[in-house]
C-alpha cells in the first residue's frame, strides 16, 4: 500500500514545525511545553480556534491535578495569582455598581482559596519526590 506524496516541496509543508520540534527536543525544553507548541501550530494550521488552549487545560488537568506533576501545578499557581493581581485592580478602580463590585470580590476569595490550594498540591507533590529520591539509592 503505497500512498501518493507530493515531492515537489522538499522536506514537505512542515519544515518549519519539525525543525522547531527538534529544537526544542535539543534544548532540553518542558515536553508540556513542547505538546503545547505544537498544538498551537495545529491550531493555526487546522484554523480551529481554541485548540491549544484545550490541550493546556487538559494536560493541567491530567498531569498536574491528576497526577501532580509540579511544574504544571507552579505553572497553573502563576496564572491564578496573575488573575488576581487583575481583579484586585478592578476592585480597587471606580467601579460604580456594587453588585458588580461583590461578585468580582467574590472571585478573588476564590482565586486566593485556589491559589492556596495549589500551593499546598505543589509542597506535597515536591516532599513526595524528595523521599522517592531517598528511597532509590
Do not use: W
Amino acid at each position: 500500500m503505497s500512498e501518493n506524496i507530493d515531492v515537489s516541496i522538499p522536506h514537505g509543508i512542515q519544515q518549519d514545525i519539525k525543525i522547531e520540534l527538534m529544537d526544542m527536543i535539543h534544548n532540553c525544553e518542558d515536553p508540556f511545553q513542547i505538546i503545547i507548541h505544537i498544538a498551537k501550530y495545529l491550531e493555526r494550521t487546522s484554523a480551529e480556534g481554541g485548540y491549544a488552549q484545550i490541550v493546556k487545560d487538559n494536560i493541567r488537568s491530567i498531569y498536574g491535578i491528576g497526577l501532580g506533576e509540579p511544574k504544571l501545578l507552579e505553572n497553573e499557581l502563576h496564572d491564578i495569582i496573575e488573575r488576581g493581581k487583575k481583579l484586585k485592580q478592578a476592585y480597587e478602580s471606580d467601579i460604580e455598581s456594587e453588585e458588580v463590585k461583590k461578585r468580582i470580590e467574590f472571585a478573588i476569595i476564590a482565586h486566593r482559596k485556589r491559589a492556596e490550594q495549589l500551593q499546598l498540591m505543589i509542597r506535597s507533590e515536591k516532599a513526595d519526590r524528595i523521599e522517592q529520591v531517598k528511597k532509590s539509592f
